[in-house]
């Protein structure tokens, strides 16, 4: 049960023989093989060869900022690592761009020579990484291997366009191919290469996917001849080419988009406008629609025109939106200018599928201020319904809302709840909510708010004619009449056209003396 006096000799040993050994392997991973090893550093080093992407970057800079060499050169060694991701090695770049540059901001002769390396290997993966690190470091004299790479790339692409079957990642290849080749260049030469002519062919083909990889190469190079041609993808019917080629254009910052934006619109006010003008309000400040107003004024301002900062812009958009909040929602508590008169009120809403056209009001001045250019006509309800709300001081309400059924925002309206505070916030929580669907059964949407005792005033938005269950005009005017006949307070209806104008909502605002209609163009 006691050890002897030689296994005791024997176990401390063997103990300080690896304690000796583990101090051999620390010291190793130390410039100075005598002095203690940083338990900072060593967990650095661990983190950086074993964990995650992001941790790893911290670690980095922990093992760059010790100025030991064998610790720098691990993280070098990464950068120019094929399996780490291109994000990844960006963040390496940042963090060691000052140690692989000379004073004149050009790379170290060896680490120039190890880009052109990879660059010039002719093996895709290498040569991918190698387009990647020339484009940060600013390496130039590439040309026959980024036309190499180009020409390769853009037979993927066209053969892709003619319908000849093509896996995700090969394209994903080719466009990224496509892309770097342009960074390298644009790394190594003022002028535009003589491929640029492609990419300007490409941005005409027929597959968007052709589409977006050419105006995305085009956003990597800020050559003058470019503007004009990166302007036109603002109206691609491809979605995602027309937010990056606004937000490159507006990114440059560059007086010379201007014209080359206006030129892209058409000559009356169209949907396709409604990216190109708020970019355009954005560098300018002015507010006009039509191309040849632009062109006049263009004209009229000459080349001491200058780009409004962030803040001249804030400013602007600050002032503008302040001075519309009463001319666009009329008098406190009113809906679309109609102030109600009684103590109780139903807001009764029209939510069909076609409230999600886009409002009108898209040609007005509202098109030029950031998340207004694109309200729908369910958006500029919803803002008017909470207008309401916000100003109706302590009237009982409720909102009903129908497509092809009929929906009740509460059981007993604002009376289900404690206080009017707790019901205008439920409220315009359901109003927010709203979203556009289905028919429009407004036949059901009026009988459900004419049974309703607080329903003393009614105020009915549609946008169209009725499409769900009684569609016929004279039965839902002659029902009701009937109805509200029976009401021991019959309610006054207002209605509210939005886009149209139709013998439906004119009876119906006839139906008492106090009802009426009007209409939203």
């Known amino acids: 049960m006691f050890m002897t006096t030689l296994e005791r000799c024997t176990r401390s040993l063997l103990a300080g023989m690896a304690i000796a050994l583990a101090c051999i392997l620390l010291a190793s991973s130390s410039d100075a093989r005598c002095a203690p090893v940083d338990d900072v550093l060593l967990k650095a080093r661990e983190t950086f060869l074993k964990s995650s992407s992001r941790n790893r970057i911290a670690a980095a800079q922990t093992l760059v900022a010790s100025g030991k060499k064998n610790h720098r050169k691990l993280v070098v060694e990464a950068l120019f690592d094929l399996g780490e991701s291109p994000w990844f090695c960006s963040q390496l770049f940042s963090i060691l761009a000052t140690d692989l540059t000379g004073d004149d901001g050009r790379p170290l002769e060896h680490v120039e020579r190890r880009v052109r390396k990879l660059a010039e290997s002719g093996n895709p993966d290498k040569q991918l990484h190698g387009f990647r690190l020339a484009a940060w470091f600013g390496v130039g004299g590439l040309e026959d291997e980024l036309d190499d790479v180009i020409e390769d790339a853009l037979e993927v692409l066209l053969k892709k366009e003619e319908g000849a079957p093509k896996r995700a990642d090969v394209l994903q ?275 459900t708010a004419l049974s309703m005792d607080i329903a003393a005033e009614i105020f009915l938005l549609s946008d169209g004619s009725p499409s769900v269950g009684v569609t016929s005009e004279n039965k839902i005017v002659g029902d009701v009449r009937r109805w509200n006949k029976k009401r021991k307070d019959p309610a006054d209806l207002h209605c509210v056209g939005l886009g149209f104008e139709s013998d439906l909502l004119v009876q119906l605002g006839a139906i008492t003396d106090n009802s009426s209609v009007h209409i939203v163009k």
């Open 173 to 447: 290849q080719a466009r990224t191919q496509i892309e770097l080749a342009v960074k390298a260049y644009a790394a190594g030469a003022p002028e535009a290469p003589a491929f640029t002519e492609w990419l300007g062919v490409l941005c005409a083909r027929e597959d968007a996917d052709v589409r977006f990889t050419a105006f995305g190469a085009l956003a990597s190079l800020d050559i003058a001849l470019h503007h004009m041609l990166l302007a036109s993808g603002a109206r691609d019917p491809d979605a995602r080419i027309v937010k990056s080629s606004i937000e490159t254009l507006l990114a440059w910052n560059d007086k010379r988009a201007i014209p080359a934006l206006f030129a892209q619109l058409g000559d009356k006010p169209s949907e396709v406008d409604d990216e190109i003008l708020p970019a355009l309000f954005q560098m300018t400040g002015k507010r006009i629609h039509l191309k040849a107003r632009w062109e006049a004024w263009w004209r009229s301002v000459g080349d001491e025109f200058a780009i409004l900062s962030d803040d001249e812009y804030d400013d602007l958009v600050k002032k503008i939106v302040a001075a519309r909040s009463v001319s666009q929602y009329g008098p406190s508590g009113s809906f679309f200018g109609l102030v109600p008169q009684r103590d109780s009120v139903v807001f009764l809403i029209d939510v069909s599928g076609s409230m999600n056209a886009t409002h009108a009001s898209v040609y007005s001045d509202d098109m030029f201020l950031p998340g207004t250019y694109r309200k729908t006509r369910l958006d500029v309800v919803k803002e008017q319904v909470v207008h309401a709300l916000q100003g109706i001081g302590g009237r009982e309400f409720d909102i009903v809302t129908f497509n092809s059924g009929v929906t009740r925002w509460s059981p007993r309206g604002s009376a289900s709840f404690p206080t009017h505070e707790q019901a205008l916030s439920s409220a315009v929580a359901y109003v927010g909510k709203l979203v556009p669907f289905g028919g429009t059964a407004m036949h059901a949407g009026l009988q």
